[in-house]
């Protein structure tokens, strides 16, 4: 079973950084994350998930949601098979668990799909 595992969570004080990291386990053999577009979601209390962003497969093109636009930077280390969210200029409207998924990318869109793989999700908490 695939299981990607997300880590790097915490709690800032507004203004502060985080980088998430994503890695994954259990794929077909030849098959690692590195094949995938991924992307990161969030999910706070009480609201709906939406797509922070997300990076190809092949050519490491990223694409972000425009309330993160310019304060959160998604790559991919291929050596490490791991996919990170640099967050900087953590606002409290960021607070929530943040999932890495597989996804397509449809029209500079992050777009999950049926049988796409995911993590648990990790807590990030920004307050003063």
């Known amino acids: 079973q695939v299981l990607l595992v997300e880590s790097g969570g915490g709690s800032v004080q507004p203004g502060g950084s985080l980088r998430l990291s994503c890695a994954g386990s259990?794929?077909?053999?030849?098959?690692?994350?590195?094949?995938?577009?991924v992307g990161w979601f969030r999910q706070a209390p009480g609201k709906e998930r939406e797509a922070v962003g997300c990076?190809?497969?092949?050519?490491?093109?990223?694409y972000y949601s425009d309330s993160v636009k310019g304060r959160f930077t998604i790559s991919r280390d291929n050596a490490k098979d791991t996919v990170y969210l640099q967050m900087d200029g953590l606002k409290s409207g960021d607070t929530a668990v943040y999932y890495c998924?597989?996804?397509?990318?449809?029209?500079?869109?992050?777009?999950?799909?049926?049988?796409?793989?995911w993590g648990q999700g990790t807590q990030v908490t920004v307050s003063s």
């Open positions: 990076i190809s497969g092949n050519d490491g093109s990223t």
């Open positions: 998924a597989t996804v397509l990318i449809v029209q500079e869109a992050c777009v999950l799909y049926d049988g796409h793989y």
């Open positions: 259990g794929f077909t053999s030849g098959y690692t994350l590195n094949w995938y577009p």
